[in-house]
């Protein structure tokens, strides 16, 4: 039995018809109930829906033999887990957004707002960069409006919500898209089956030209 | 007896003693302080952890004992015999995940000196040894150090490149090998090496064959004719099915060169056993001789195999102030005397028994 740690939302639901399609399919996720946990002992696997936050904790601590996560959330906490396959799904970007026609001069600290404190801190510390890191936890987008900070680092999709709310790319950190992790520990003993999943996604990778 | 009365870890810690005391190698007791100073130039030799400090009477700054082998390094001498210890010791770090202070029990062993093939294949078998002595479904994975860096010296693209290689090689992440590779515009021969690397992982024979063009020649081909060798012998002690070659075993080259070696226990969500050879470490520490040695971390047994027991006691035998002292003592020596754990008290308060004794008057009624 593998347990599969997936992250709730549209990102997980696509990945399930994935690995579905990869012959790990456990109809009773699709029964529309308040359960959490999911198994199917036929085809020998457990999904579980949580946080997307969540998944590598989950996976790091052996709770969840693979699970599927954001390469910012990989970034952020570095969890000790392998890192086996990009999905292609979920594709994003880590950037650094400012007001429209921000110029950094360099002279004095840059106030950075952020849900990802490590990210940034790595960031600006590659550059030599001075930063003062405001740690926020959602509409990150605001904080150079009002003046808290001078830029933000944060996930882009479209950049729609930029443009509404007169800020731009400064620069892009790195790319985001889903990757499929796994428990180190768990990758031991359970190696043919997830190499079997593996292999599943990889062909369906393959023949929908990277389109989950 | 033992079996009831010890934890799963104290267990283990007792048959590992007795392991290594076989193969002659000698007790190591370490004090609880060392200067800092030993810490502070190898910090990350505690991969990420913190040291917990103090000052001393004499404001001298001093260390909760984070670690065994830097210790025992620095009390060693080269005075051309071999030093073969093993400890067992609980060590105080502050967590790099959580900043909290914790303390880990370790059992682990050292050889120090001039180290040959026997060494190395000794220490391995030690280590499949001791993770026979937990669990039958263990694995220890094998990789040799030399190998990857042989093969980074033929990319020959730098510091920064070889150490975002070796991080994504021990994530067994090929997607952004390849792209890191194609960033730093690296040969596609070369690539593919590196991605062999990643790929292979398991049977030793089979990851052998694989490797075979991977590593020709230089070091890397120094490195892959000790790893064929000590896989060989390793078969015929009869470890065949427990060794896996796989090269995400990378652990930091500052200090580590040659073999090195994680061992894994179904059940257990992270490696128990870590360890290889560390000459580096040992340059870094002024000593003149190479070293190879393992840590087991106990602390990850614990709640490992438990079957947590219904009951807190097999009998209580409750009294109070009519109860005659002599059938209340022929009722403890009785069960004691049966083999079960008894206690006498006057109430039962959240104990869960098995058998209750109840001598009071209202018993008696």
Not at chain 1, 102 to 126: H, I, M, N, P, S
Not at chain 1, 171 to 176: D, G, K
Not at chain 2, 271 to 284: E, F, K, N, P, T
């Amino acid at each position: 039995m593998i347990n599969i740690a997936l992250p709730k939302g549209r990102l997980g639901e696509r990945v399930y018809a994935a690995f579905e399609k990869a012959g790990f399919a456990c109809p009773s996720i699709k029964e529309n109930n308040r359960k959490l946990i999911f198994e199917n002992a036929e085809s020998g696997v457990r999904y579980f829906w949580v946080k997307p936050s969540d998944v590598s904790i989950y996976v790091e601590r052996g709770a969840a033999d693979i699970g599927v996560c954001g390469k910012d959330i990989l970034e952020e906490y570095a969890p000790d887990v392998y890192e086996l396959l990009d999905l292609k799904t979920g594709v994003c970007r880590m950037a650094v957004a400012a007001k429209k026609g921000f110029y950094d001069d360099g002279e004095r600290t840059l106030k950075v707002a952020t849900k990802f404190v490590r990210v940034a801190k790595r960031f600006y510390a590659q550059k030599g960069r001075d930063i003062d890191v405001i740690k926020l936890n959602g509409s990150i987008e605001i904080a150079p409006i009002l003046g808290l900070s001078d830029v933000i680092v944060d996930i882009v999709e479209t950049g729609t919500t930029l443009k509404e709310n007169d800020l731009e790319v400064v620069e892009t950190v790195f790319p985001i898209s889903a990757r499929l992790i796994a428990n180190k520990a768990a990758f031991k003993f359970n190696t043919a089956e997830i190499e079997r999943l593996l292999a599943g996604v990889k062909k369906l990778l393959e023949e929908t030209g990277d389109s989950l | 007896m033992s079996e009831t009365v010890l934890k799963k870890e104290e267990q283990v810690a007792f048959a590992l003693r007795s392991l290594y005391k076989k193969y002659g190698y000698l007790p190591y007791k370490m004090s609880k302080f060392e200067a800092y100073d030993l810490y502070a130039s190898n910090k990350d030799f505690l991969v990420g952890d913190g040291v917990i400090t103090f000052t001393d009477t004499d404001g001298k700054l001093l260390a909760l004992k984070p670690d065994v082998t830097l210790s025992i390094i620095k009390n060693g001498s080269d005075d051309g015999a071999k030093q073969k210890v093993y400890y067992n010791e609980n060590v105080y770090r502050i967590s790099g995940e959580t900043k909290q202070f914790k303390e880990l029990m370790q059992v682990g062993l050292e050889c120090i000196g001039d180290i040959g093939v026997y060494d190395i294949y000794e220490t391995l078998v030690l280590a499949c040894a001791s993770l026979a002595e937990i669990s039958d479904d263990f694995v220890l994975d094998i990789s040799h150090l030399g190998v990857l860096s042989g093969v980074l010296d033929e990319v020959g693209a730098g510091e920064a490149f070889n150490r975002a290689a070796l991080r994504l090689v021990a994530e067994k992440n090929e997607h952004e090998l390849q792209t890191l590779c194609a960033a730093y515009s690296v040969a596609q021969a070369n690539t593919e090496k590196l991605l062999t690397l990643v790929r292979s992982y398991g049977d030793a024979n089979a990851v052998l064959n694989a490797l075979a063009p991977v590593c020709e020649e230089g070091k890397a081909a120094e490195a892959y004719a000790e790893l064929k060798t000590l896989c060989g012998l390793l078969q015929k002690g009869g470890y065949a099915d427990k060794i896996r070659l796989d090269f995400s075993v990378v652990n930091d080259m500052k200090y580590y060169n040659g073999i090195v070696f994680k061992g894994f226990i179904d059940g257990v969500f992270k490696s128990v056993l870590s360890g290889g050879r560390y000459d580096r470490l040992m340059a870094r520490m002024k000593r003149k001789t190479g070293a190879i040695g393992f840590a087991v971390y106990l602390d990850l047994l614990e709640g490992f195999q438990r079957q947590r027991s219904a009951y807190d006691l097999d009998t209580l035998v409750l009294y109070d102030g009519n109860t005659s002292l002599e059938e209340l003592i022929r009722a403890v020596d009785g069960a004691v005397a049966a083999g079960e754990t008894v206690r006498a008290d006057k109430a039962q308060g959240k104990l869960r028994v098995k058998k209750l004794v109840d001598l009071t008057t209202g018993g008696r009624k």
